[in-house]
């Protein structure tokens, strides 16, 4: 049986549907990290062509991506920074950019970070090719969302009956909007409870959608609902967006308010976890990487594994 991912667009979390969608992405996962780890060659994307444009700053996403079609053999054309170097600096628009890579690349694929929330819904229309969308505006960051469940399975071995405490800016952070979705889409009796200064909650819409399907609980008591988390998910205060409204005065008020410290980690249970997408930018002390529950680290390799088996469901029917 194929995957329901196969020769369909990934824009938003939404698309996956069933928990079983989820393990079997995962059982593929585990089959690439063994892959990675042993040496293995698995290159069933021999012959196919991938390219990656990312219109916003990345390290991760976009190394992660590109190694990811990389080591499935696939030809990669990567392109970093198109804002500023690529035809958009003279006024193309996505569509015309999308036409055109798919035309120089004869790409099968194409993955695309961009700072406006519709983009990767705009390339799919443009292009005849799936779209991944690799971060898009404010809304939505898919792919984050997997590795964060995938990193969160491979710890406790469940996704479910789980309390994950997700703190920092909910109001620009994307993250923390895809992984909430995908918690609810997993419901199993998991719990959400986002900190974040007032400035900073989660849009009214998404929290009012999310307890239709997830109990949730907003608090700016960081310290109390560390003690309590299975998984503490701590996120950057996203300096660009008040930089883009002229507001960066409020954002020196805000930057500093939630900090996660080797204290309050001591705190936490012995089981738990402390994710954070990355990068960050003084929220999570250095003093707490040495840790045992903090996982950040892992977190990335695990966004090498979980795009290798994305890019392999999308890429190939499977029976
Ligand atoms: C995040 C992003 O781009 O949304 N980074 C990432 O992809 N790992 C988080 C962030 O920039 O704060």
Redesign the pocket.
């Known amino acids: 049986m194929s995957s329901p991912f196969f020769g369909q667009n990934f824009i938003s979390i939404n698309q996956v549907k069933t928990k079983k969608d989820i393990l079997d992405l995962f059982k593929r996962a585990d089959f690439m990290k063994q892959c990675v780890e042993k040496g293995k060659l698995h290159e069933p994307l021999r012959g196919k062509s991938v390219a990656v444009l990312f219109y916003?700053p990345?390290?991760?996403?976009f190394s992660s991506f590109v190694a990811a079609a990389q080591r499935l053999g696939a030809y990669v054309t990567a392109i970093h920074g198109m804002e500023e170097f690529s035809s958009v600096s003279k006024g193309e628009d996505l569509r015309d950019t999308v036409r055109s890579i798919y035309e120089t690349t004869a790409a099968d694929l194409l993955v695309l970070?961009h700072p406006d929330n519709n983009s990767s819904q705009v390339a799919a229309e443009a292009s005849p090719l799936p779209v991944i969308n690799?971060?898009s505006g404010k809304l939505e960051?898919p792919t984050?969302a997997l590795l964060d469940l995938y990193t969160i399975y491979e710890h406790f071995k469940r996704m479910d009956s789980l309390h994950v405490v997700m703190v920092g800016?909910l109001l620009y952070?994307?993250?923390i909007k895809s992984l909430a979705k995908l918690l609810g889409i997993v419901q199993g009796n998991n719990r959400i409870t986002f900190v974040s200064p007032d400035e900073l909650k989660a849009p009214s819409e998404l929290v009012t959608d999310l307890k239709k399907v997830i109990q949730i609980e907003e608090t700016s008591n960081l310290r109390e609902a560390v003690a309590d988390a299975d998984v503490v998910y701590m996120?950057?205060v996203?300096r660009e967006w008040f930089e883009a409204s002229g507001k960066l005065d409020e954002y020196e008020k805000l930057k500093n308010r939630f900090i996660l410290t080797r204290h309050m980690v001591s705190q936490m249970k012995k089981k738990a976890i402390v994710l954070h997408?990355?990068?960050r930018v003084g929220e999570i002390l250095e003093e707490v990487d040495d840790d045992p529950r903090a996982k950040y680290f892992q977190q990335m390799r695990s966004?090498l594994y979980v795009r290798m088996a994305l890019l392999e469901a999308i890429l190939m029917k499977r029976s």
């Open positions: 916003q990345s390290t991760r996403t970070r690799a971060g960051h984050q800016d952070g994307r993250t996120t950057r996203q997408p990355l990068p966004g």
